[in-house]
């Protein structure tokens, strides 16, 4: 819900596509070829780490970035997310603003300024 309420009030300035399920996250993957997959690591069917490896794996999406969403915050934790290919970890609860600023410096957006 956190995540949605960026997509629709902060102005990020990118289209949000949300699945229920591992088997849905390569589903759709495949069709749309995001230029980033916000990953809960905690997906019902194939957990989102899985999936990750899956995508980075492939040779025609392995070039999408992938950032592991989860409230596993243990020792290890990320250095999993990140051997999986997740090339960032952001655990629950979500702290939007970071999130939003992490979200428009890789969209390339001024935190200041949203294009029109």
């Given at each position: 819900d956190v995540?949605?309420?960026?997509?629709?009030?902060?102005?990020?300035?990118a289209?949000?596509?949300?699945?229920?399920?591992?088997?849905?996250?390569?589903?759709?993957?495949?069709?749309?070829?995001?230029?980033?997959?916000?990953?809960?690591?905690?997906?019902?069917?194939?957990?989102?780490?899985?999936?990750?490896?899956?995508i980075?794996?492939?040779?025609?999406?392995n070039?999408i970035?992938?950032?592991?969403?989860?409230?596993?915050?243990?020792?290890?934790?990320?250095?999993?997310?990140?051997?999986?290919?997740?090339?960032?970890?952001i655990?629950?609860?979500?702290?939007?603003?970071?999130?939003?600023?992490?979200?428009?410096?890789?969209?390339?957006?001024?935190?200041?300024?949203?294009p029109?």
């Open positions: 995540i949605q309420d960026i997509f629709e009030f902060d102005e990020i300035g289209d949000l596509v949300t699945v229920e399920s591992g088997e849905d996250a390569l589903a759709v993957i495949h069709s749309i070829q995001p230029v980033l997959v916000l990953m809960d690591v905690g997906l019902p069917g194939i957990d989102g780490l899985e999936v990750t490896k899956r980075k794996r492939d040779p025609d999406t070039s970035e992938v950032w592991a969403i989860t409230a596993h915050a243990m020792k290890g934790d990320a250095q999993k997310a990140l051997d999986a290919g997740c090339s960032n970890y655990t629950k609860p979500i702290d939007s603003s970071d999130l939003v600023e992490k979200l428009q410096q890789f969209l390339g957006q001024d935190s200041c300024e949203v029109a």
